[in-house]
């Protein structure tokens, strides 16, 4: 399965969490969209996960963090995938999983996501975005604020 194939059934939303600071920045792209390679349709609906058995490798959370890094050039060290984050959308194409990965790095790695035509922003200064994924990113919120700053 090429990298291709995987980013078109996947999408990633990407995080920083400083512990020292306790700030929490997502990339927003030019498209606007918080999902990385490119928004949900818009008739994407959320669906319930499938059967582990009904996964194939195309969704697994290694393959898509090794496919992001491949087309990002990101340093696959420096992010780990949060598999407790774990959401599906059902398009006109397939189902659409969404996976979390969180950067590990002391200070978010602004300028490789500058790069691929990203800004890193706080929550609060993500309004205008598709409600669909605000309402992710505030479970990535919750997720990674309970979690005592960031577990993996």
Excluded at 85 to 105: E, K, S
Aim: proline fraction near 8%.
């Amino acid at each position: 399965m090429t990298t291709q194939d995987i980013l078109a059934r996947n999408r990633v939303i990407l995080t920083h969490f400083d512990s020292y600071s306790t700030a929490l920045v997502f990339p927003r792209w030019e498209s606007r969209s918080l999902l990385w390679p490119e928004a949900l349709p818009e008739s994407a609906s959320p669906m319930p996960a499938p059967a582990p058995a009904d996964i194939g490798p195309e969704y697994s959370g290694d393959a898509v963090k090794q496919a992001v890094v491949e087309r990002c050039g990101l340093n696959p060290a420096e992010l780990v995938q949060v598999g407790e984050f774990n959401h599906w959308a059902q398009t006109d194409a397939g189902p659409v999983r969404i996976h979390l990965l969180r950067f590990t790095t002391t200070d978010a790695p602004k300028a490789a996501i500058e790069a691929l035509g990203g800004i890193f922003k706080p929550i609060s200064e993500l309004r205008g975005s598709a409600m669909s994924e605000l309402v992710l990113l505030r479970e990535v919120f919750n997720l990674i604020i309970a979690a005592g700053g960031g577990r993996a």
